[in-house]
Each structure stands twice: as structure tokens, then as C-alpha cells.
């Protein structure tokens, strides 16, 4: 019996003076649980350079002829700008719509007619080109490591495609025509792919390559130095293309995400 009730004291001790130590230490602090920031309003901007072609030329005088062997019709590079604001809908996927200036590239043409007796009329073509594109856009962002994340997307929308100061001078012959400067809406479309490096948790540097189809383009009616002209008679860019390579940022509307404070415990 004596034996049972020193057992219980020494048990009786050792429960006080664990209180004891307790009640002297600090309460242990727990995060809270992570949450995290998907979605959210961004804004966007992107400066660039086009790198454009021309599926090829027609002009309503390419019928009077036997035939017509384009020899070249290319495009300087020209700078872009363009603005847009999307929606982060999760951790994948973003949409977003933007307005794009694309400034003039100058163009280089030149054909060969022969007609039916076999006599060949080279003819040399310059101009130059601008657009305004609109795009609604969708991304799939493809996984994030180092705050980098790889990305594709699609885009659709119009294009207003603008000819100006068109000219034709014909080699052989002397002969000068003129296309008034004119505009024209077509249905535009694009393909993304890219890298995005997130600076911030509210700023982000994307690097990206585009493909952008923008439709066709015409010139005014060509009017000759002699001042004639035919009706109906634009020249006509078929199938304008584009590759394009872009330096993007995004910011980000929605507030930063800030880690929550230690939940006291104990």
C-alpha cells in the first residue's frame, strides 16, 4: 500500500510540474492555411515588329494578258503597339481583347505581263502598308517553374488594312499609274505562343511569337500620269500574313496577394 501511494504523489508531481512549464511558454503560432490567388482584371501592353507576305497580287488588268509571273512582292519590317485588357480566369487560362497599331511597311513589287503577241511589259510596284488589328484572345498558360510559364493561345477579330501612296511604273513603256490611298475592314486571325516570367505576383514580362492573318488589302483605282483610269481597277493584295515577335507586360488589377498572419493556438 505504501508503495501505490508513492507511485501516485510522484505521478501527482510530475502533472503540476508539467503545468507549471506550460503555463511559462509562449502559445505555439500556425500559419493559416495557403490561399491561393487565381483570377483577376489585368491590363496589357506590347511593342513588337511584323514580319509580313502577301499571297499574291491581282489587278482587274491581269485578265487582258496572257500571263502574269509575279517576280516579287515583299514587305520591310515595320514596327507594332498595341493595348488590351483580359481576365485571369484560373491558373490556366486568361482571355483578353486588344486594339494594335500596326505602322507603315513599305512594299516592293514587281510582275511581268506578256500578252498574246509574246511581248513582255515588266512592271514595278511600291507602296506601303498600315493596320489597326482587333482581337479577342484566349491563352492556356502550361504549367509555372521559376516563375516561368510557357503559353498558347488563339485569337480572332478584324482588321482595317490600309494601301497607301500605291505605284505602278512600267519599265518598259514609261508609263505611271497611281492608286489612291484606301482602307479596308476583313476578318483577322491570330496564333500565340509564348513565355511569361512573373516579376511580381502583379507584374509579368511576357516574350511571345505570333502568326497573324489579316485578310485582303486594295489600293484606290490606278489612275494614269495621263490622268485615265479604268473603274474596278484597285490593285489587290490577297492573303496578308505575318509573323510577328512581341515584348509584352501585364499588371495586374486585383489586389497582391499578401500570406495570411500566424494563427495563435494553445
Known sequence: MGR???????GAAAIVTTSALAADMPPVMYPAPPVEAFGGWYLRGDIGVTNQRVGSLFNALYDTAASVNTVQKG????PLFGLGVGYQFNNWLRFDVTGEYRSRANFHGLD???????????????ASKSEWVFLANAYFDLGTWWCLTPFVGAGVGFARNTIH????????????????????????WALHAGLAYKVT??????????????????SGDLVTYLGGNAVNNPMVFRDITSHDFKLGVRWSLEPAYVPPPLVRKG
Open 4 to 10: 501505490v501511494r508513492v507511485i501516485l504523489l510522484a
Open 75 to 78: 514587305f520591310d519590317a515595320s
Open 112 to 126: 511581268i505581263a506578256t500578252d498574246f503577241a509574246g511581248t513582255r511589259f515588266p512592271d514595278e510596284y511600291h
Open 165 to 188: 501612296d500605291f505605284q505602278d511604273i512600267g519599265t518598259s513603256v514609261g508609263g505611271v499609274a497611281f492608286g489612291a490611298t484606301t482602307s479596308k475592314w476583313d476578318f483577322a
Open 201 to 218: 505576383p502583379g507584374f509579368t514580362v511576357e516574350l511571345a511569337y505570333r502568326y497573324l492573318n489579316v485578310g485582303d488589302a486594295e
